[in-house]
């Protein structure tokens, strides 16, 4: 991304502005973050997103923590904010704070796929086989889904050793129509 070059519109975006903002204090040795989400501090969501993913590409995983933090305080009922904010947590080890997040994401929208399969990897490197097969299940309980997806929930039901709901999801989803 390059974040000198100028919007269609001939505006740079406040994403552009807050990265180079950042840039700039991280030559200077200071400590940025502050100065990144402050930069924010007005931003639409998806900015925010999009600050946090120009970031991970940076492999700033401390600076996208802290934009996902700040983004968090901000949009509070977001799933995506919780979703990415869940993603570094895993990536960085605190499982707990992880799970929370993805759970609340599929408190607020059961059917969320993305935060289903993630908390269902999460859980399966715990161990915790019983556990994937309900999340994998209540994530396919409503409508049909894309057939890529039963796909990818049947293997990882089965590489759990959970073949029987293996086998329902496949029967749900034939009978739903997919």
Not at 73 to 85: D, G, I, K, M, N
Request: aromatic letters at 4%.
């Amino acid at each position: 991304m390059n974040h000198s070059a100028a919007n269609t519109s001939g505006r740079l975006h406040q994403t552009d502005l807050a990265l180079a903002a950042y840039d700039r204090q991280c030559l200077a040795g200071n400590r940025a973050q502050a100065v990144l989400t402050d930069a924010l501090i007005d931003a639409s969501e998806a900015a925010w997103l999009e600050c946090a993913q120009a970031l991970t590409l940076r492999n700033d995983a401390e600076a996208t923590l802290a934009v996902l933090e700040t983004a968090l305080e901000h949009f509070p009922a977001s799933s995506e904010v919780r979703l990415a904010l869940a993603g570094i947590m895993f990536q960085q080890g605190a499982d707990a704070r992880a799970e929370s997040l993805l759970r609340s994401v599929l408190d607020d929208d059961p059917g969320h796929l993305a935060a289903t399969f993630q908390l269902a990897r999460l859980l399966k490197g715990q161990g915790r086989m019983h556990a994937v097969a309900t999340v994998v299940r209540a994530g396919f309980h409503r409508e049909r889904h894309d057939p890529e997806l039963v796909i990818r929930g049947v293997e990882l039901l089965d590489d759990c050793g959970r073949k029987r709901e293996a086998a329902a999801l496949c029967e749900h989803e034939i009978a739903a129509g997919s």
